[in-house]
C-alpha cells in the first residue's frame, strides 16, 4: 500500500536554482522522513519532521509538513551538482510504527 | 566504519537456484530491514525485525525467508530463485532512541537471475 507519492518524478535545475519537491500520503502520520540516494547506493537519512511541526532546516534543506493537506515539501536552496541524486519520502506504515512506506522518489539533475 | 554491511555487493543466480544476503548492523539497532528496489517501483518492504527475536512480513515476502541471528545480524534467503526476484536490495537498521526513527541503508546488493 503506497503511503507516500512524491511530485514530479524528476526535475531538472541550475546550479544555484532552489529545488522543491513534493510528498502526499494518505492516512494520519506522526512523523515524516526524507531521504536522499545517489545513483548506485544506499539510500542517506536526510531529516525527520513531527506531525507537531510545521517546518524543519537543516543546512540548505528545509522540509514543511501540513497534515491538514497530508502534505510535505523539501525545498533545497540554492543546489550544486553534487545534490544530483533521487529523493524519497517515507512514511510510517498504517500497519506498524517501526515500518516505513517509501514513495518512488523524485529524481533531481542539477546542471552546472 | 559504523553502519550497515550487506554481501555480496553482486551477484548472478539461475533460476532455481538459493542464496542467502547477509546484512550486519554495528550501530546497536534494535530493528533491521530488508527493501527491493526496482524500476519506478520505489522501494518495497519484505520483511522486517522489529527486535531481537522477532520477525514481521512486509509488502512483497513471497518467495523470501529471513532470520534474524542475534542483535546484529539480520540475513535474507531466497529458497529458489525466479526472474522477477532480479533487484537491488537494501537492508537497513533503525533504533528509536530519542524518538528517531530514521533508518541507515546498506550499500545494496545487485541480484540478477536468469
Known amino acids: 500500500s503506497q503511503q507516500g507519492e512524491e511530485d514530479p518524478q524528476a526535475l531538472s535545475i541550475q546550479e544555484g536554482e532552489n529545488a522543491t519537491m513534493n510528498c502526499s500520503y494518505k492516512t494520519s502520520i506522526n512523523n515524516l522522513q526524507w531521504y536522499r540516494q545517489n545513483s548506485g547506493r544506499g539510500l542517506v537519512h536526510l531529516i525527520l519532521?513531527?506531525?507537531?511541526?510545521r517546518e524543519k532546516h537543516s543546512g540548505r534543506l528545509r522540509v514543511t509538513l501540513d497534515t491538514s493537506k497530508k502534505s510535505s515539501s523539501l525545498l533545497i536552496t540554492a543546489s550544486r551538482a553534487a545534490d544530483t541524486a533521487s529523493y524519497f519520502c517515507?512514511?510510517?506504515?498504517?500497519?506498524?510504527?517501526?515500518?516505513?512506506?517509501f514513495g518512488t522518489g523524485t529524481r533531481l539533475k542539477v546542471l552546472a | 566504519n559504523a553502519g550497515v554491511t550487506q554481501t555480496p555487493k553482486f551477484q548472478v543466480l539461475k533460476t532455481g537456484q538459493s542464496m542467502t544476503l547477509q546484512c550486519a548492523q554495528d550501530?546497536?539497532?534494535?530493528?533491521m530491514y530488508w527493501y527491493r528496489q526496482d524500476p519506478g517501483m520505489g522501494l518495497r518492504l519484505i520483511y522486517y525485525s522489529a527486535s531481537e527475536g522477532t520477525t514481521d512480513k512486509g509488502e512483497v515476502p513471497n518467495g523470501y525467508n529471513v532470520s534474524r541471528l542475534n542483535k546484529r545480524e539480520f540475513s535474507l534467503r531466497l529458497e529458489s530463485a525466479a526472474p522477477s526476484q532480479t533487484s537491488v536490495y537494501f537492508c537497513?537498521?533503525?533504533?528509536?532512541?530519542?524518538?528517531?526513527?530514521?533508518?541507515?541503508f546498506g550499500s545494496g546488493t545487485r541480484l540478477t537471475v536468469v
Open positions: 537497513a537498521s533503525s533504533s528509536k532512541d530519542r524518538g528517531s526513527y530514521g533508518y541507515t
Open positions: 517515507a512514511a510510517p506504515s498504517t500497519s506498524g510504527t517501526y515500518k516505513y512506506i
Open positions: 550501530m546497536n539497532h534494535n530493528s
Open positions: 519532521i513531527r506531525s507537531n511541526e
